[in-house]
């Protein structure tokens, strides 16, 4: 996502570290601000599952690894824009199929990003790409067993449910 009050020129701007992709001759080359844009493994699986429409830039070489890697994200003269590690073991209910973590604040200084308080996970299976990720409503004793009846927001939350969008239940969460 764009953070800045200016258009990004994409150009030579690459991921060399956890997957690849060079945004140089894709889909995306220009980021209005405030836009974003997506890299994805398979296009036809990812459309597929989420509906055409979406800013894909194009497909990544390489898998990112579930348990945890370091990403980087460089400029076209080489410098640092972004170099981050995730882990998955900070939300179990991330392994695997089901929730993707997501960045809490993407504001935040860079070298934030590579601490669990810096994610959670996403409200929706297989995330929510191309919308804002609704909220946990309930807070779970273990991502595995049965949801406790006290409902939490998790930092960064408070906009997603301000703005209308609404968290959904999950089957095996109890509702206060």
Same mark, same amino acid.
């Given at each position: 996502?764009?953070?800045?009050?200016?258009?990004?020129?994409?150009?030579?701007?690459?991921?060399?570290? =956890?997957?690849?992709?060079?945004?140089?001759?894709?889909?995306?080359?220009?980021?209005?601000?405030?836009?974003?844009?997506?890299?994805?493994?398979? *296009?036809?699986?990812?459309?597929? @599952?989420?509906?055409? &429409?979406?800013?894909?830039? &194009?497909?990544?070489?390489? %898998?990112?690894?579930?348990?945890?890697?370091?990403?980087?994200?460089?400029?076209?003269?080489?410098?640092? *824009? /972004?170099?981050? %590690?995730?882990?998955?073991?900070?939300?179990? *209910?991330?392994?695997?199929?089901?929730?993707?973590?997501? *960045?809490?604040? &993407?504001?935040?200084?860079?070298?934030?990003? =590579?601490?669990?308080?810096?994610?959670?996970?996403?409200?929706?299976?297989?995330?929510?790409?191309?919308?804002?990720?609704?909220?946990? @409503?309930?807070?779970?004793?273990?991502?595995?067993?049965?949801?406790?009846?006290?409902?939490? @927001?998790?930092?960064?939350?408070?906009?997603?449910? /301000?703005?209308?969008?609404?968290? @959904? /239940?999950? &089957?095996?969460?109890?509702? /206060?």
């Amino acid at each position: 996502m764009n953070i800045s009050a200016t258009a990004l020129d994409l150009t030579g701007v690459r991921f060399l570290n =956890g997957v690849e992709f060079d945004f140089t001759g894709s889909a995306v080359t220009n980021l209005g601000p405030g836009q974003y844009v997506l890299v994805v493994k398979d *296009i036809a699986a990812f459309t597929a @599952r989420y509906g055409a &429409g979406l800013p894909v830039a &194009g497909q990544y070489v390489g %898998s990112l690894n579930n348990g945890g890697e370091n990403l980087q994200l460089f400029d076209r003269v080489g410098e640092k *824009i /972004q170099d981050f %590690s995730y882990n998955n073991d900070w939300y179990p *209910i991330t392994d695997g199929p089901g929730a993707s973590l997501i *960045i809490v604040n &993407g504001n935040a200084h860079w070298d934030s990003w =590579g601490l669990k308080e810096s994610w959670r996970p996403s409200a929706l299976d297989f995330g929510s790409p191309g919308a804002a990720d609704p909220c946990r @409503r309930f807070r779970c004793r273990s991502w595995s067993a049965r949801c406790s009846r006290t409902p939490t @927001r998790p930092r960064g939350c408070d906009r997603a449910v /301000q703005s209308g969008h609404q968290p @959904r /239940q999950r &089957g095996r969460m109890v509702p /206060q």
